[in-house]
C-alpha cells in the first residue's frame, strides 16, 4: 500500500507528508498525468496569507522526493566499465519558495525551488584512474509560473492551466510524480525519456 497524504495543519504551519509547495497543476483535472512536478513530499513549511488573496510559502521537503536522472554522458552509448553517475545520500533539504494570487477569475503562481545535486562517478570494477572525475556536491534550482482561469461563460466549472517550468539541475522538477501511474515511491522521476511515453508523467 502507498501512503499519499498525512499532515498536519496549524496556524498557517503544514508538517507531515503533503503536496509539494512548488506545484501548481499537479494533475487536478484529466484522465492522465502530464510532464511537470506532481510531488507528495515529507516537507515543513509555512504559508503566510495577505490581503486580496495573496499569499506566500517557504517550505523545507524531503530532497529524495524530487531526485531527477542521472544519465551517463558518454559519447557513443553505452560502454562495458564506463563511468556512470550515482545518486549520494541527502545532506540539505529541498528548499521551496512560491507566491500565489487566488481571485474571481482563476489563479496566479510563481515558484522557485533549490536542490542539493550530489553524484559520484562509479565504475565496475572500480578503476582508480577515474579518481579525478569523482563527485560533484552542486546546488540545482527550478522556476515555475503558472496561471489557471475560469471559464465559466463557457460552462460551470471549465477552467483552462498554462504552466511553464525551468530547471538547471533540478530535474525532478520538470519532469514526473513520485505517485506516477501506480509505480510506487521509487518509480524514477524522468518520464518522457526512452520507453517512457511523455504523457506518463
Known sequence: SLLDKAYIQFAGFTAGR????????????GYTNLRGSDQV?????YTA???????????LEDAVSHRGPTPSVIAGGPVQNA??????GTRLPNFVLAG????????????AGAQQLRTVVRTDPPQPA????????KIGVAGQVGLQIKLDFIAPGDEMWLQATLAKGALGY??????NLGNGFSTSTN?????????SG
Not at 20 to 28: V, Y
Not at 49 to 57: A, H, L, Q, T
Not at 130 to 137: A, H, K, M, P
Not at 191 to 199: A, C, D, E, F, Q
Request: proline share 3%; charged share 10%.
Open 83 to 88: 563511468p556512470t553517475p550515482v545518486l549520494q
Open 174 to 179: 520538470v519532469s514526473g510524480s513520485n505517485l
Open 130 to 137: 577515474l579518481g579525478s572525475l569523482d563527485s560533484t556536491r
Open 41 to 45: 513530499v515529507n516537507q515543513l513549511s
Open 191 to 199: 518520464y518522457g525519456v526512452g520507453l517512457n511515453r511523455v504523457s
Open 18 to 29: 503533503a503536496q509539494s509547495a512548488f506545484d501548481f497543476f499537479a494533475g487536478k483535472i
Open 100 to 111: 500565489a494570487l487566488n481571485a474571481d477569475w482563476g489563479k496566479l503562481q510563481v515558484s
Open 49 to 59: 496569507n495577505f490581503s486580496n488573496g495573496f499569499s506566500v510559502s517557504a517550505s
